[in-house]
């Protein structure tokens, strides 16, 4: 069965200093990976995936993500954190070898509070 | 590009009454996904259909909900009748294409209280 965790219920970071958000992931197979952000009473905006290749992927506004095999991590990071980038994250995960009831899990979300 | 439509985007009912929700998804786009979000959790998925077959119930409570996807483009939700604990957001997504690997673009929601 595929899960997703996210330790942390909340992450604290001063503006323009490094972010990290933690995800790890449980899959039988091949993981796909996802990060999404959601702002207050909107849905969720996809922001990066891992699908095959390089470990580190990027995605929208300036975020990225280091896919760790042996750790089986998905770690979302910034590298010079905004105020606005204050909201709720949400890692996901599904199952490479697909079929009709192959589904995205998602973590139960981390939020994240820039001060500034 | 418009992104996916959700009516309406809040609700208050009373308990036991009917209660419907409508998606418009992506244009072009053939996946379309219901889930629902609990507070404080992430979104479950309730519903996804290929055009317009199901391919993936399993986790529809089918003695109140219902769903339906004609002509494979706009999607309704239903619940008959409400419960208390289906307070909760209801999210649409549509995706381009059935592979696993593709991402999933989701509207605003539906928020349902029951009272």
């Known amino acids: 069965a595929q899960s997703v965790a996210q330790p942390e219920d909340q992450v604290n970071v001063a503006e323009g200093n490094p972010l990290t958000v933690k995800c790890t992931y449980s899959v039988s197979g091949n993981p796909y990976l996802f990060w999404y952000v959601q702002y207050p009473n909107r849905g969720l905006q996809f922001l990066l995936k891992y699908i095959t290749g390089d470990n580190l992927v990027k995605g929208s506004y300036g975020f990225e993500a280091e896919f760790n095999k042996s750790q089986t991590s998905f770690h979302l990071k910034k590298p010079s954190a905004l105020v606005s980038d204050s909201a709720l994250y949400f890692c996901a995960v599904r199952d490479a070898r697909g079929g009709a009831t192959n589904k995205l899990i998602f973590g139960t979300g981390t939020l994240l509070a820039v001060q500034p | 590009e418009a992104g996916v439509v959700q009516s309406p985007r809040y609700k208050i009912i009373e308990k036991k009454q009917p209660v419907a929700f409508w998606c418009n998804p992506i244009s072009g786009h053939n996946t379309l996904y219901w889930y629902l979000q609990n507070l404080g959790q992430g979104p479950e998925l309730l519903i996804r259909y290929e055009n317009e077959e199901a391919v993936d119930d399993s986790q529809l409570p089918k003695d109140r909900f219902s769903a339906e996807r004609l002509k494979g483009v706009d999607s309704t939700l239903k619940i008959q009748p409400a419960e208390l604990g289906d307070s909760a957001v209801y999210l649409c997504?549509?995706?381009?294409?059935?592979?696993?690997?593709?991402?999933?673009?989701f509207g605003p929601g539906t928020r349902l209280t029951v009272l």
């Open positions: 997504a549509s995706s381009l294409g059935q592979g696993a690997r593709n991402e999933q673009f």
